[in-house]
């Protein structure tokens, strides 16, 4: 019995594994002997399996490790009562015995709903326990269903929601968090988003103030979220400008897709134009940097009388016609290497003068590995061919920054960026019409924004709406 409550914990650890990758909690080893043989995460989701059961994935693992699909004198630990399917498993590799945590009311096949266990026209050989460490396993699944009841709006099965305790207590980010999930290319995802400093009376007529109100329309890149504008923020509004800054599907406050091969140049772009339509943004400057601008640059085309001004911070239009840098290269292998990097570390090394407990605000939305499916999707995605996804746009969206903007722009340029540095920054200002020479930052690296605060004030001496 001693010996059970120990391979149960063991269990209880790979359940745990299972609720952080998004699946439903459920863990098993396979004992034999005094040792582990074999563990199993429950795995649909992410193996697009419906038999990837934690008992099956153990069962799977154990009978590799042994050599023999005859797992005999084995017991199998498993934190929630097996299916019919997995029930069926169990008896055809001869397990010795078989010792599960919770019941399973709904599907449970060891005595909840039906017992394949105790047919003796079946069953000659497997003992069963139920009830070890039940509590335990229990809680586990009703802390994971619990969010999901809570939220106002449902959550898509695909998708994880990031708790608000992550973000508890972060410095420098006191802002209202704002959500929108029914934009038509949301299709029922929650997008957060910041919305501050917006006149109360720009129906009136009245006001002035509220005519020279520009809107900064702040999008972050991979992967950074709308935190990276903390100090740019509060410069923008005690100017009496609006400040719309989205978290992008698949990071900060917004849903994660479980998968990295949901996201898509597409998508992205047109959750970003339909927020715009939906928020009736006008008078936009967009400010942009890292995909913030691969996506954004690709905006002002689609609806140019919504945009006043560009501020781009070291950012590129992917249009796929020449060949992807060798710093942008070396991020992308690096990703590929460091699946589980960490983001805080990645902000650490290139800004000196951030504080732990900011570079930790980066970590915030990907608290859980299930969280970072965005991390290794957008590297990728960069269009790199000329019929990669998102490069004809990205032409589309070179030639009108060349020929069809009318609006102000300013460039500003983090010399430190091993990944979109100087050069190309250079040559997208020689291709934005009327676009001023960079404002130069020596000490800046790719994430410009940490440097936010001067580059807020230049912005609001240079961006002036006409009136009219
Ligand atoms: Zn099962």
Known sequence: MMADLKWMHEAIELAKQAGASGEVPVGAVVVREGLIVGRGCNGPVANNDPTAHAELMALRDAAQTIGNYRLENCTLYVTLEPCTMCAGAILNSRISRLVYG??????????????????????????????????????????????????????????????????????????????????????????????????????????????????YLCLHGNPAWSYLYRKMIPTFTTHGHRVVAPDLIGFGKSDK????????????????????????????????????????????????????????????????????????????????????????????????????????????????????????????????????????????????????WQGQSMMVIGLQDPVLGEAGMRELQQNIQACPPPILLPQAGHFVQEHGQPIAESAVQHFKVSTS
């Open 102 to 215: 919770a019941s399973e009311p709904r599907t449970g096949a060891a005595g909840s709903v039906l017992d394949v266990f105790a047919n003796q026209g079946l069953n000659h050989h497997t003992e069963v326990i139920g009830g070890v460490l039940s509590d335990a396993c229990r809680q586990l699944l009703q802390e994971f269903f619990k969010p999901k009841r809570l939220n106002l709006k449902p959550l898509r099965e695909d998708a994880l929601r990031p708790p608000d305790e992550w973000f508890e207590g972060i410095p420098d980010y006191p802002w209202a968090a704002q959500y929108v999930s029914d934009l038509p290319s949301l299709k029922g995802l929650r997008l957060h988003y910041l919305d501050e400093g917006r006149s109360e009376n720009l129906n009136a007529g009245q006001d002035p103030s509220s005519h020279r109100q520009l809107t």
């Open 257 to 404: 897709f479980k998968k990295p091969n949901q996201h898509n140049f597409d998508f992205h772009r047109q959750v970003l134009l339909d927020l715009i339509e939906r928020l009736d943004l006008h008078r936009i400057v967009l400010v942009v940097q890292d995909w913030g601008g691969i996506l954004g640059l690709t905006l002002p085309m689609d609806m140019p009388h919504r945009f006043a001004g560009l501020l781009a911070m070291n950012t590129a239009l992917a249009t796929g016609t020449q060949p992807l840098t060798e710093g942008f290269l070396s991020w992308r292998a690096w990703c590929e290497s460091n699946p589980d990097f960490e983001v805080a570390k990645l902000f650490a090394r290139g800004n000196k003068h951030m504080s732990i407990a900011e570079t930790q605000a980066y970590n915030s939305p990907f608290k859980d590995r299930g969280h970072r499916a965005a991390l290794h999707a957008f590297p990728p995605m960069v269009p790199e061919h000329e019929n990669s996804s998102g490069a004809e746009i990205s032409r589309k969206a070179l030639n009108f920054w060349r020929h069809q």
